[in-house]
C-alpha cells in the first residue's frame, strides 16, 4: 500500500512563497490575523475540500487542504485551489498562476514537515514558524476545519519541528527576519550607538527588533501602534517613548532608522513623506526598513535623495549568508526529516491496513456464500456430514486464497507499531 493511493484521503497542498513569489505577489495574497478564521471557513466550504488549514506569513500564503476522491485524484481539479485565491483575494489567475507549487500526498507531508523545522524559511532556523503554523491551527480548530487526519499530520509536524531543534544545531544563534533586518541597518550605518530608532507597529517582530537593536547600541526607541497599550508595554520594557499613533508624521523625522511591521492594508508612508521627514532632518539620511506584508513603505520612497528602503526581499542576501553558515546542522535536519516522512506513511498504512483486513475477509466470506448458495441443487443429494466436508472445504480454499494478503497487510500493521515504540 502506497501513501499516494490512501484510502479516502487526498491530501494536497497549494501556495507561493519567497522563493516563488515577489513579494508584489506575497502581499496581495496575505491575510492579517483578524481575517484568517473567515478565511479558512471560506475555504472548509470550498467543493470537495473535507478540511484545511490556512498558513499566512510575510515569506508564504499556503493552503494545505484534505480532498474528496473526485476533487484530488486529477490533477486538474488543482484549480479549485486557484480559484479560491482568485474569488477571495481578487487576483486574476494568471497573476498568481506562475508563482504557485503544490505539492500532494507524501511530498506534501515532506514540505509541511520542513515547513514546521524552519527548513523552508528565508532565515533557516528562525523560531517564529512554528509558532505561526500553530496559530493557524489553532484558528483552523476553532472554526471546525480541522479534524482527524489533518489534526494527526499537524500534530506529527510539530514533533517533528520539536526533534529538528532538540537533534540539531539549527537553531543555534536563533535569527528572525528581525534580527536580519536589524543587522542590515547596523552594515547601513557601520553602527548603531546612538542611533534614534522608531518602530511602527507592537508585534511580535517589533519587539525582536528592539531587543536587537538594544544590543547593537541603539540609544532611543520610540514606538507608535494603534493599540496604545501595546505600545506602551513594548516602550516600557526597553525604556523607550511612545509615539501617538495620531501623531506619527509629526514625529518620524526623529528617526535615523524606521522599521515597520504593522499588516495595515494601505502603504502608510509614501514619497510626500520622505521629502518632508528629509526636509525636516536638514537632508540626515534616513533608513527604513519594511517587514511588514503587505508593505507598509512605498519603494517609490528610494527616490527621494537621502531616504533609503528596504522590504523583505531585500533581506534575502543577508538571509542567503545564514544559509551558508548552517548548511551543515540543515543537512540533518532534513534526514531527519525524511526519516519522519517515512514514520508517517507507515502510520497511515497500518490504519488503513486494519479495516483492509476486515474488508478483505468479509467480502471472501461473502463471495464463498454465494457460491454454496448457488450451487445448492447440485449438493442436495449429499449426506450432511458431506455438506459439512464441502463447506470445510471452501473455507480451507478461501483462506489459503486470502493468506498473502493478509499477512503482508499485517506485516504492515506490526511494522507501523514497531515504529512507534
Do not use: W
Not at 473567515?38 to 493552503?63: F, W
Not at 520539536?162 to 544545531?169: A, D, G, H, L, S
Not at 506602551?232 to 532608522?257: C, M, W
Not at 525636516?280 to 520612497?301: L, T
Amino acid at each position: 500500500m502506497s501513501l499516494n493511493k490512501p484510502l479516502n484521503r487526498h491530501l494536497v497542498l497549494l501556495g507561493v512563497n519567497h522563493n516563488t513569489a515577489p513579494i508584489e505577489i506575497r502581499e496581495r495574497l496575505a491575510i492579517p490575523a483578524g481575517r484568517l478564521a473567515d478565511a479558512t471557513r471560506t475555504l472548509l466550504h470550498q467543493p470537495g475540500i473535507r478540511e484545511g488549514l490556512i498558513l499566512s506569513t510575510c515569506n508564504r500564503v499556503e493552503l494545505v487542504t484534505l480532498q474528496e476522491d473526485a476533487a484530488a485524484t486529477d490533477p486538474g481539479k488543482g484549480a479549485d485551489l486557484l480559484r479560491f485565491l482568485h474569488e477571495y483575494f481578487a487576483v486574476p489567475p494568471h497573476t498568481i498562476q506562475p508563482h504557485l507549487y503544490e505539492f500532494r500526498e507524501r511530498e506534501a507531508v515532506r514540505h509541511l514537515f520542513r515547513v514546521a523545522s524552519s527548513l523552508d524559511s528565508m532565515v533557516v532556523g528562525e523560531p517564529q514558524i512554528l509558532g505561526q503554523v500553530k496559530e493557524s491551527y489553532t484558528v483552523a480548530r476553532e472554526v471546525g476545519a480541522v479534524a482527524g487526519n489533518l489534526e494527526g499530520l499537524l500534530q506529527r509536524a510539530f514533533t517533528v519541528a520539536k526533534k529538528v531543534r532538540t537533534e540539531t544545531q539549527i537553531g543555534s544563534n536563533a535569527v528572525s527576519i528581525a534580527s536580519v533586518a536589524v543587522d542590515l541597518a547596523r552594515k547601513i550605518f557601520g553602527t548603531l550607538q546612538g542611533k534614534t530608532v522608531l518602530l511602527v507597529g507592537a508585534g511580535k517582530m517589533s519587539e525582536l527588533a528592539a531587543r536587537h537593536l538594544i544590543q547593537q547600541g541603539a540609544a532611543n526607541i520610540l514606538v507608535a501602534n494603534r493599540t496604545q497599550s501595546r505600545a506602551e508595554k513594548i516602550a516600557a520594557e526597553f525604556n523607550g517613548q511612545v509615539i501617538p499613533f495620531d501623531l506619527l508624521y509629526e514625529n518620524a523625522d526623529r528617526a535615523d532608522i524606521v522599521i515597520t511591521s504593522t499588516g495595515a492594508p494601505q502603504k502608510l508612508f509614501g514619497r510626500s513623506h520622505a521629502q518632508h521627514f528629509l526636509h525636516r532632518r536638514r537632508h540626515r539620511p534616513m533608513f527604513f526598513i519594511d517587514i511588514a506584508v503587505p508593505r507598509d513603505v512605498d519603494p517609490s520612497m528610494n527616490d527621494v535623495e537621502g531616504c533609503f528602503v528596504y522590504d523583505i526581499d531585500d533581506l534575502q542576501q543577508v538571509a542567503a549568508a545564514n544559509l551558508a553558515d548552517r548548511s551543515r546542522e540543515a543537512a540533518a535536519a532534513e534526514t531527519i526529516v525524511s526519516r519522519e516522512v517515512e514514520k508517517y506513511e507507515q502510520r497511515l498504512q497500518s490504519r488503513d491496513a486494519v479495516p483492509a483486513i476486515i474488508a478483505l475477509q468479509q467480502n471472501a466470506e461473502a463471495i464463498r456464500e454465494a457460491e454454496l448458495a448457488r450451487a445448492t441443487k447440485r449438493l442436495a443429494s449429499l449426506t450432511p456430514d458431506q455438506q459439512a466436508a464441502v463447506e470445510a472445504l471452501t473455507r480451507s480454499l478461501t483462506a489459503k486464497l486470502l493468506h498473502p494478503q493478509l499477512t503482508a497487510l499485517r506485516r504492515s500493521v506490526s511494522a507501523a507499531e514497531d515504529e512507534k515504540n
